[in-house]
């Protein structure tokens, strides 16, 4: 007889868990999704449907979407946010991002509140859903 709390023990669940305790509930099969848009200058708007949680930069990225100019193609720093050239212009949404970071409030000293670093931004906190609206290249 299996283990009926989830443990996959292949014993009874009052041998797995003695003194009635049991295991924490199952998280949810699926993370929630935000409903990602991007929009160029270039081109048509591009939708992601991203994880809850994810970087803005490694979703835009995989998703193959022009993130930098041409400077920034030369100098990005990889993701580390010193170089500040992933810079996006969130227009819906932001309640749904992570705070500015550190490096954010240093790089983006100035500039617009709506501007965040693609590297430094988690699209939702990983439990949050809905849809966030981002521009590329606003500088
Ligand atoms: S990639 Fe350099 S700051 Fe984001």
Redesign the pocket.
Known sequence: MKCTQLCARRSPAAACHPRGRTLPAPRAASTPTIQLTVQTKEGPSVNIAVESGDIL?TVLLAEKVDLYTTWGKVW???????????IVEVREGMELLSERSAAEKK?LAGKPATWR????TLVGDGDNSGAVVVATKPQ
């Open positions: 930069r990005q720093c990889g993701g580390g946010g010193s170089c500040g050239t992933c790089k670093l693609a590297c430094q």
